[in-house]
């Protein structure tokens, strides 16, 4: 892996992961991960944010940095600006190779420093405003950005090249390549990205969205010529392109978000996937954008990906055993965790021999404010009756999306 040149002082260095496995150990990355790292030059050398010995990312590090003319024993400081292990895993590694780096971080940082890998010497813990000067004019300031998305994370800034270095902030699903800046991919390829960039913050990012929008106001000051997040593309030709859209996703954490409903529905035996069809006949009448996913059978990282993007929800799932179905249950307890709050919502469903969803549901949305639609079960199959009563129910969804401010 090469390095890439942001300035004359400033480089990237990535390590692209395509291991058919699990980010943070639940969500998938078909189109892979990169975790990026940088250079900074002075007099002394930085190196800001590392990686976890993962899919091949140390040889992909040290061969980039090899070619920037660096060895790992000439990096005189490492920063830390967030400790989760994609990050940091290899620190130990680190640690061997560049023994005199003094690691920096924040306070809480470096608790973590000594807790995740019993390393307790070598270490400075920076406050939000301290700087480090690398010399040749080359000053580094820390910003504390807490919970973006862990308590101790941090942003680095070099003024003098305008790039600002916010860690998992700004950042997105996706391998790079050989091409890491924004201006180097098409619009099509942009709109793959944005979407791969909406699931990873639902999935990472979204419960601490009122942080995002901290930091944002926390570095609104600074001329930013590029944005270098550590994964995803590093955006040095519209760096407001990926602030504003970290902002618009933000913002859908305080509701209503986009005016589209997501059909979320699960069934034993098809008599509640009859009525869900029928709900998205009468939201298609309305005109109203839909997206549907079946569980189990879809992944909950795509679910949340557009249900925190829709104002409204459909769930449709049978009683199961006097209970909601199983894997519906699943699925809204990760909503509670990811508080998908401020939707309007449907729910509908059938039932066998005695109902049992409805009390189990209401249970697990109360903390998720939503305001319900009255909901619409049967007994068995749908019959005529029904199926015209749920179509008005998708309907009636759908305007009242279209109605919400
Ligand atoms: Fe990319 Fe929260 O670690």
Redesign the pocket.
């Known amino acids: 892996m090469k390095a890439h040149k942001i300035s004359d002082s400033v480089y990237c260095l990535h390590a692209d992961i395509e291991a058919p496995d699990l980010?943070?150990g639940i969500w998938p990355i078909p189109q892979g991960?990169s975790?990026n790292s940088y250079i900074v030059k002075g007099e002394k050398i930085a190196l800001i944010d590392l990686i976890r010995d993962w899919g091949g990312a140390p040889k992909q590090l040290a061969d980039a940095l090899k070619d920037t003319g660096i060895s790992f024993d000439q990096v005189d400081y490492l920063i830390l600006n967030?400790l989760?292990?994609?990050?940091t895993g290899w620190l130990r590694e680190f640690r061997q190779k560049s023994p005199k780096a003094e690691i920096i971080s924040t306070a809480k940082g470096i608790n973590l420093v000594k807790s995740f890998y019993k390393i307790t010497e070598g270490l400075r813990a920076v406050k939000d405003g301290e700087t480090l000067d690398l010399g040749k004019g080359k000053v580094l300031t820390f910003r504390e950005a807490p919970n973006?998305?862990?308590p101790e994370?941090m942003v680095t800034w070099d003024g003098e090249s305008g790039t600002l270095f916010p860690?998992?902030a700004f950042?997105s699903y996706g391998i790079l390549g050989d091409r890491i800046f924004d201006d180097e991919y098409t619009e099509a390829e942009h709109a793959a990205f944005e979407k791969e960039c909406l699931r990873y913050y639902a999935n990472?990012v979204a419960s601490f969205s009122a942080f995002v929008e901290k930091a944002v106001e926390k570095v609104a000051g600074l001329e930013i010529k590029c944005v270098a997040p550590?994964?995803g593309i590093v955006w040095r030709k519209n760096p407001k392109t990926i602030i504003g859209r970290y902002l618009k996703y933000a913002a859908y954490a305080k509701g209503p978000a986009e005016k589209e409903i997501a059909v979320i529905w699960g069934s034993m035996y098809g008599n509640t996937k009859q009525g869900v069809d029928a709900v998205v006949r009468g939201i298609a009448a309305e005109g109203v954008p839909y997206t549907i996913h079946r569980v189990p059978d879809e992944n909950v990282s795509w679910v949340l990906m557009d249900v925190y993007k829709s104002a409204g929800l459909v769930i449709a799932m049978p009683t199961y055993e006097y209970a909601m179905f199983p894997p519906m249950a699943n699925v809204l307890d990760i909503f509670r965790r990811k508080h998908i709050t401020g939707k309007t919502v449907l729910r509908i469903g059938s039932w066998g021999w005695v109902g049992g969803a409805k009390k189990d549901y209401e249970a697990a949305i109360e903390p998720l404010k939503w305001t319900s639609l009255e909901s619409l079960e049967w007994a068995g199959a749908p019959d005529e009756a029904t199926l015209k009563g749920l179509e008005e129910k998708g309907r009636e969804l759908a305007r009242a999306v279209l109605a919400v401010r």
Request: proline share 5%; with cysteine.
């Open positions: 980010f943070e991960v975790l967030h989760e292990p994609d990050h973006i998305h862990w994370t860690c998992d950042g990472i550590s994964h």
